[in-house]
């Protein structure tokens, strides 16, 4: 899916269609990224709804020539993500623990024994968690770089830093996952 024209947005009613289409375009690494944040599916969801609804109605304050429109809604993401984890710590409340889904490479195949499914499955789970442990910052560079497979330079304009930055961030992800998962790199 081809995204609009981003400097060219208009104001009013063809703004409001533009940024409903990129956020159609980037729908699963929005929602990936909240749910980076949020640790798990169901307050994933409403953090996106919320998301949602708090930038069409902002689409009027987006200025293209101060950025572009994808960082811009990966900006308020991020923020409505972090501002219901906040909300959510002040009152307290028990949510369903969701399996985030997964790239199909960490999928067993259909040829594995019953014993490497197991193993298989258990190393999946080790992963989620470890992962969901990571630091908000260091899990959105890895979800966005690995499971959403987005180039270095997509990743940094997305969450407005540098390509060092993120470089950094990876590097910093992969070393806390290789010590957390030491015990898996033998399997």
Known sequence: MDEPPLNATPNGPERYNDIENVIN?????????IRSIVKNDVDAEV???AFRVHALKKCDQFDPEKGELRAWLFRIAHNQAVSYVRKSNRHP???LNEDIDFPARFETGLDESAIDALIATENRER???AVDALAPQLCEVICLRYFEG???ADVAALLGVSAKTVYSRLDAARTCLAATLADLQAV
């Open 25 to 33: 375009c980037e729908v699963r690494a929005l929602y990936a990224r």
């Open 47 to 49: 953090a996106f709804e």
């Open 93 to 95: 409340h028990t949510s």
């Open 127 to 129: 992963l989620r968690a």
């Open 150 to 152: 987005r180039a270095v």
